[in-house]
């Protein structure tokens, strides 16, 4: 069978674990005269994929998920998750040990004020939550008649004891043929931008932002080559990038000291306070930069300027040269893509494969092209009830055999030099049932409905989010997450500030990319996910119109199962739109596929007609 190179299916949830260290820490907060302790899924720089040295939440509970929040009191600990996550919590942690709450019910700080003791004081790492997140958590400990107390050391660092080690990967250059703009013409934006508000000195805390400004890649987190790295750009002087200096090769240090200062990472803190003495006003982004670098430059006399980074929507905004690459990546992708679908549909019938099977099997395609530099998120494949679960990581012990009857959900990635891709199929293993195929089809024409939206430029992803969700809404159904969220370029999969679902407040601006994946879950029965990757572009010509109007380019090519479509569900144009795309994608792949594969992609591409 395949061999998979970069994800691992080991069960990292140490579950067993959770009730010794959650009375060491409760042990530890009553050395420190502390009541409580609030402990969240991230690390210094808030990534949503972050080391293991800083998987605090993991090593506490035992829940691996890449979102959540734990709080520890002396007589009760409770998660917070998402519904993403609510069946892979329950499975991961020790409910002895563990109340869950979801999210959706009741938030941390609503949590705290209706079950913080009065005088109670939780302590929280100012590090690890943003300005904004800790001005909530003091608010709800404020109306609970508690205190928040900032620790300046952690007290989990003080039990974790066998702590894997900070990463040291080698920081790489990103090439300008990928890149499409050099470093010191972005800087140039970023000073013109700088010039529209009061603040002497932007801090970069965001690693994409950093690895985007400078030009530069790494290893640094799973499946995401960012480089854990902070920057101050002063508004009238050289930049300064704050890294770990191990990582950096004599010709990478000479390329980043043309462009700026480079500094070890114990000079942040210093230069932080440094400009906080000098009195100095500092734009920081109060949603995404952690407390604390606010901290070290009010605390020594300086103002801090709260605003969103100004990186972020340069950075969504993807370039002629990054456009170029994410389509080229999309062809590459796709081609694998088309040949897993193909060896699946010979493969699954049998009733042999597995979910690992497959997770190896779609990674090996991918490697084939010689140009894939990981995976870009560890792949969800679910199997019948697993595949209702939107977050699935399939492991050596959860692995289900895919048996006939059943649907197979997908959800995997790609990460190469020119682009970043993310697609996920539905498949029927032999004949779907009626449900199956009525609940794809109002899916699927949900997805129809924002691959074909035409909107006036400025519209938001929210107010584009109830085109996916009509058709389920009518037939009283939903799903419990975004239709659409930003892709980097080489960078994540999830790109913020863009997105499309029911909070994407940011304006959608042509050369933005995201994905288009709306959804349904019967839970213990089966999942449907269909996404493609999409191109904000200029609308075709209207007659009449009164306002520029964008549309969509949809940029990922494979097959979407026929198989589980209802045709009598789909109107006329619907059903052009699916014909169209699976023309192109026909026509696109077959030259770069092998006979057996463009084979069966005639067959999985030809038209559909009503009955």
């Known amino acids: 069978m395949f061999e998979a190179h970069f994800q691992s299916f080991e069960d990292r949830s140490e579950r067993a674990e959770s009730a010794p260290r959650v009375a060491a820490l409760r042990a530890e907060l009553l050395k420190r005269g502390l009541d409580g302790f609030i402990v969240p899924r991230a690390d210094r720089f808030q990534n949503e994929y972050v080391p293991p040295c800083a998987e605090q939440l993991a090593w506490l509970t035992g829940f691996t998920g890449s979102a959540g929040d734990a709080i520890i ?124 508000f009061s603040a002497d000195a932007v801090v970069v805390s965001d690693p ?49 000291e043309e462009i700026g200062e480079v500094r070890a990472n114990a000079a942040f803190e210093r230069d932080l306070a440094e400009l906080g003495k000098e009195h100095r006003a500092v734009r920081l982004d109060p949603a995404t930069g952690a407390e604390a670098i606010a901290r070290l430059v009010v605390e020594n006399g300086g103002e801090i300027v709260r605003g969103s980074d100004p990186i972020a929507p340069m950075k969504s905004v993807k370039n002629t040269t990054e456009i170029a690459g994410a389509r080229a990546a999309q062809l590459r992708d796709g081609a694998a893509v088309t040949k897993f679908l193909a060896w699946f549909d010979r493969e699954a019938p049998r009733g042999a494969l597995t979910e690992i099977d497959a997770v190896e099997a779609l990674e090996s395609f991918r490697r084939d092209s010689g140009l894939l530099k990981d995976v870009s998120f560890p792949s969800i494949a679910g199997a019948g009830p697993d595949g209702a679960i939107v977050h699935y990581r399939v492991t050596r012990k959860s692995n289900r055999r895919i048996a006939p009857g059943e649907l197979f959900l997908i959800d995997s990635g790609g990460q190469y030099e020119d682009g970043t891709t993310d697609i ?96 349904y879950y019967r839970t213990g029965a089966y999942g449907i996910r269909i996404e493609n990757m999409i191109l904000v572009t200029e609308a075709a010509p209207v007659a009449g119109a009164e306002k520029p109007l964008n549309a969509f380019e949809t940029l990922t090519l494979a097959p979407i199962d026929t198989r589980l479509v209802e045709p009598a569900l789909l109107t006329a144009e619907e059903l052009a739109w699916l014909n169209a795309y699976h023309a192109r994608v026909r026509d696109t792949l077959a030259s770069s596929l092998d006979a057996a594969t463009r084979a069966w992609l005639i067959t999985a591409t030809a038209p559909l007609g009503r009955a």
């Not at 980097?488 to 997105?499: A, T």
Request: proline share 7%; aromatic share 6%; with cysteine.
């Open 424 to 519: 996920t199929r539905t498949i029927a293993v032999g004949p779907p049932a009626a449900d199956m195929r009525q609940k794809f089809t109002l899916v699927l024409k949900g997805h129809i409905a924002i691959a074909r939206a035409v909107f006036p430029d400025g519209t938001s992803g929210a107010q584009l989010d109830t085109l996916a969700r009509q058709y389920l809404w009518q037939a009283g159904l939903d799903f419990d997450h975004g239709t659409g969220h930003g892709v980097g370029s080489y960078l994540s999969v999830h790109e913020g500030p863009v997105r499309i679902s029911k909070i994407g407040s940011t304006a959608l601006k042509r050369g933005m990319i995201l994905s288009n994946e709306p959804g």
């Open 73 to 196: 009191l002396a007589d009760r600990a409770v998660i917070f998750v998402d519904g993403r996550y609510l069946v892979q919590v329950a499975e991961e942690i020790d409910s002895a040990v563990f109340s869950v709450v979801h999210l959706a019910e009741q938030t941390p700080t609503l949590w705290i004020e209706a079950n913080l003791p009065a005088q109670a004081k939780l302590g929280y790492s100012p590090w690890l939550h943003t300005i904004e997140g800790a001005e909530r958590l003091a608010k709800a400990c404020a109306a609970a008649r508690a205190m928040l107390v900032p620790v300046e050391d952690n007290p989990i660092d003080a039990i974790w004891t066998e702590r894997p080690q900070p990463p040291l990967g080698a920081v790489v250059p990103h090439d300008l043929r990928y890149a499409g703009e050099a470093t010191a013409d972005k800087l140039k934006r970023l000073h013109a931008e700088m010039e529209k």
């Open 208 to 256: 994409q932002n950093v690895s985007w400004l400078f030009n530069i890649r790494g290893s640094d987190v799973p499946h995401t080559p960012v480089v854990l790295a902070f920057a101050i750009v002063p508004k009238n002087s050289r930049p300064a990038l704050y890294v770990d200096l191990r990582k950096l090769g004599n010709d990478m240090r000479s390329r980043l």
